[in-house]
């Protein structure tokens, strides 16, 4: 091997030695930053037939938010447990006031949908009685309805369901429990590919300055593509515990920052996907609200019939049986059309109550770290070979420049 004739070359063309490192860092930042954003965007799929892109994550939102949740509703929320927090008597104390207007709108409608002249002809006295008899008992059946939802919460909410209802319908939000739980580790995946591609460019430029191959350009800035995103996804996960190499101490950076970690994505499902309003949305409109509607149906009717028990001979006779059956069921109708707005009143309370963040929190920090990992890994593990595959590729094109560029 004549080292003169490689001297006298690198003294000659040291500005092509010297470029090899800082191109391949550059790669590596690149290449980076292509895999991070082609994770997430776009939203929708861009191009004609099989030609085109979906980010990784939208393109696979169900599977990735089935997969998150599922973690969420085994190990970090219990429904049951969450529910009980919630106190019957407080929930009707807030809602007394919007329960006795719906009550008072209720019963007006229903006397006079099925017995107008009668109501009409009754004093007002007695319009107030009947109307104060059925406001005292609504109440009574908000109450029983609430500790009955408490001990069969899991009979009428799909809390997995609607967690990933909500992430396939907005496709960004299931970006941001991601991109913001895992801000950290995306910046490190970036940066890492200017430190490593610099070293495997310096690797690069003695291969050259030996073989002077100009296959040399192109392949390692494959190389740089496909080590780099190699190292730095393996390296935000593992080793999941502290380790020392070579005296220094090392652990994936994700498995570190648990704390840091817990408060994000404790924050971001309490006030994004765990929140009151679509904890009631998926009750109301879940895969199990007629199991709902079922019991407050039998509430209902159940307290019409206790309402007139001494009177029912004669209010039957006066509206006829078939009758009044339509007004017990047309009185169930009215009363859950009107529970979204009603229930607007106990948000305040049922988010202090329920205090799914800190439960969220407390839970993500008792997790082994193999199910901690779970939280971020779905969304690099079935398909971070193709993250590489595209770091490898345009690497690639990008030495191939480079030899076009500074060779000739």
């Known amino acids: 091997m004549d080292w003169r004739a490689i001297l006298d070359d690198f003294s000659a063309h040291w500005h092509v030695y010297v470029s090899m490192p800082f191109i391949a860092a550059i790669i590596g930042y690149i290449t980076k930053r292509a895999a991070i954003e082609m994770m997430f965007k776009p939203l929708e799929f861009v191009g004609v037939g099989y030609l085109g892109w979906q980010g990784v994550i939208p393109r696979n939102s169900h599977r990735m938010a089935s997969t998150a949740m599922e973690l969420m509703t085994t190990n970090l929320i219990d429904p049951k447990e969450i529910f009980a927090r919630l106190d019957p008597k407080k929930v009707t104390e807030e809602l007394r006031e919007p329960i006795s207007r719906a009550v008072d709108e209720i019963t007006r409608e229903l006397l006079a949908q099925y017995q107008p002249n009668l109501w009409e002809l009754m004093p007002q006295q007695a319009q107030r009685l009947v109307l104060s008899r059925v406001q005292a008992e609504a109440p009574r059946i908000v109450e029983k309805l609430m500790r009955e939802l408490a001990a069969n919460i899991e009979d009428v909410l799909d809390v997995k369901d609607m967690a990933v209802r909500n992430l396939v319908r907005d496709k960004a939000m299931l970006n941001r429990l991601i991109r913001d739980t895992a801000q950290p580790e995306m910046r490190f995946i970036a940066m890492s590919g200017i430190y490593f591609g610099f070293i495997i460019g310096l690797v690069q430029l003695v291969a050259w300055a030996l073989t002077k191959n100009p296959w040399i350009m192109p392949i390692f800035g494959g190389l740089t593509g496909w080590l780099t995103d190699w190292l730095a996804l393996k390296m935000i996960f593992f080793p999941r515990q502290p380790k020392k190499f070579f005296?220094?101490?090392?652990?994936?950076?994700?498995?570190?920052?648990?704390?840091?970690?817990?408060?994000?994505?404790?924050?971001?499902?309490?006030?994004?996907?765990?929140?009151?309003?679509?904890?009631?949305?998926?009750?109301?409109?879940?895969?199990?609200?007629?199991?709902?509607?079922?019991?407050?149906?039998?509430?209902?009717?159940?307290?019409?019939?206790?309402?007139?028990?001494?009177?029912?001979?004669?209010?039957?006779?006066?509206?006829?049986?078939?009758?009044?059956?339509?007004?017990?069921?047309?009185?169930?109708?009215?009363?859950?059309?009107?529970?979204?707005?009603?229930?607007?009143?106990?948000?305040?309370?049922?988010?202090?109550?329920?205090?799914?963040?800190?439960?969220?929190?407390?839970?993500?920090?008792?997790?082994?770290?193999?199910?901690?990992e779970g939280l971020l890994r779905p969304a690099f593990k079935q398909d971070e070979w193709k993250l590489i595959a595209v770091g490898a590729i345009i690497g690639f094109l990008v030495g191939e420049l480079q030899v076009l560029l500074v060779l000739h």
């Open 247 to 372: 005296g220094v101490g090392w652990q994936g950076m994700f498995q570190k920052r648990r704390m840091e970690v817990a408060h994000d994505y404790g924050d971001l499902i309490a006030k994004e996907i765990m929140t009151v309003r679509n904890v009631m949305e998926a009750v109301l409109t879940g895969p199990k609200s007629d199991r709902l509607y079922a019991m407050i149906q039998r509430e209902v009717q159940r307290s019409i019939d206790t309402q007139t028990s001494i009177a029912k001979p004669f209010v039957v006779a006066a509206v006829g049986s078939r009758k009044y059956q339509e007004m017990k069921h047309e009185a169930a109708r009215k009363a859950i059309e009107r529970i979204p707005d009603t229930l607007r009143h106990v948000e305040d309370y049922a988010t202090d109550a329920l205090d799914i963040r800190n439960t969220i929190i407390k839970q993500i920090q008792q997790l082994t770290p193999i199910q901690y």
